[in-house]
């Protein structure tokens, strides 16, 4: 599933009440969402991302809803072997040439790869690093690739999740209408197993956006960010 980068363009298309409507979380809508455009996001890497990751030794990371890749490559210049997954193929071929505007040495790190995140299942203990920033999906499915997720991270590894907060839905900042969307740290944390995980940030921390008035709004991040035991 698409990644969705708040601060990158706004979440225009997103803002309507789609009820039970599933079009929101299907290759369709966001390949017709990414070639509506020449860019949606702002081709910056989530600020979550920076925060969470920028002291971690770089390895294999996973980047879940990679979008057009500014989370991708920004792990690859760091010195990560990034997979970056997507829903869109639309919005892969777009992050591809923009990796390779970057160089070759950055684009060589990153392998492209379209998958439907609602079923796919990364290989387990695979991953220093998997990162899903501001996925959108319907509870059930959420929860389910959390839990998938997480079995990808391998012992010593990070798992960093970061959404919507429910608090974020009453700002003038452009959000989906959908309440189902928005979850806490807490929530997500119910879904590891304490002797396997050390939870290291929980909360919803505060940062600063504009809203499409043109004022500076404070909005609030819902983040997780957990290492695996090493095991034995």
Do not use: C
């Amino acid at each position: 599933m698409a990644g969705r980068r708040p601060g990158r363009g706004g979440q225009a298309g997103l803002t309507h009440n789609h009820g039970s409507d599933l079009l929101l979380f299907t290759q369709e809508f966001w390949d017709e969402r990414y070639g509506s455009k020449d860019r949606i996001w702002s081709g910056n890497p989530n600020p979550q991302l920076l925060d969470q990751a920028a002291g971690l030794t770089p390895g294999a990371a996973l980047d879940v809803g990679s979008g057009e890749g500014a989370d991708a490559i920004w792990l690859a210049a760091q010195g990560w072997e990034v997979t970056a997954v997507d829903v869109s193929s639309v919005a892969l071929e777009r992050a591809a040439r923009r990796a390779a505007e970057v160089g070759h040495e950055i684009a060589g790190r990153i392998s492209w790869q379209q998958s439907d995140l609602m079923t796919w299942e990364p290989a387990p203990h695979r991953f220093d690093l998997v990162s899903a920033q501001f996925m959108y999906l319907p509870p059930p499915s959420l929860e389910s690739m959390h839990r998938r997720l997480a079995a990808a991270v391998r012992p010593g590894g990070t798992l960093l999740i970061v959404g919507h907060h429910p608090s974020d839905m009453e700002t003038s900042i452009p959000r989906p209408n959908l309440s189902e969307l928005y979850y806490t740290a807490e929530e997500i944390a119910t879904r590891l197993d304490p002797a396997e995980w050390e939870i290291v940030v929980l909360g919803a921390p505060a940062r600063e956006a504009v809203d499409p008035e043109g004022l500076t709004v404070t909005i609030h991040d819902t983040v997780l960010r957990a290492t695996r035991r090493l095991t034995g």
